[in-house]
């Protein structure tokens, strides 16, 4: 069988299309998380010029300030 028709087979069993699927769910999901640490490391730069200086801890992401 040559490579067209094995690629064929796996596609039609659903396999090609699952592995696919899984991949670029997990690309979007990395772009996601990286867009979102993105997003607080600019907020906490913001701050800090500011002079409104916030560390980034758990207690001040639940609205606790030292």
Request: with cysteine; charged share 15%.
């Amino acid at each position: 069988m040559n490579l067209a028709a094995w690629v064929l087979v796996l596609l039609l069993n659903g396999h090609l299309a699952t592995a696919t699927f899984s991949t670029v769910d997990a690309c979007i999901g990395a772009a996601t998380q990286l867009a979102e640490r993105e997003a607080g490391l600019r907020a906490w730069c913001a701050s800090v010029q500011s002079g409104e200086v916030r560390w980034p801890t758990a207690a001040n992401r639940a609205g606790v300030r030292r």
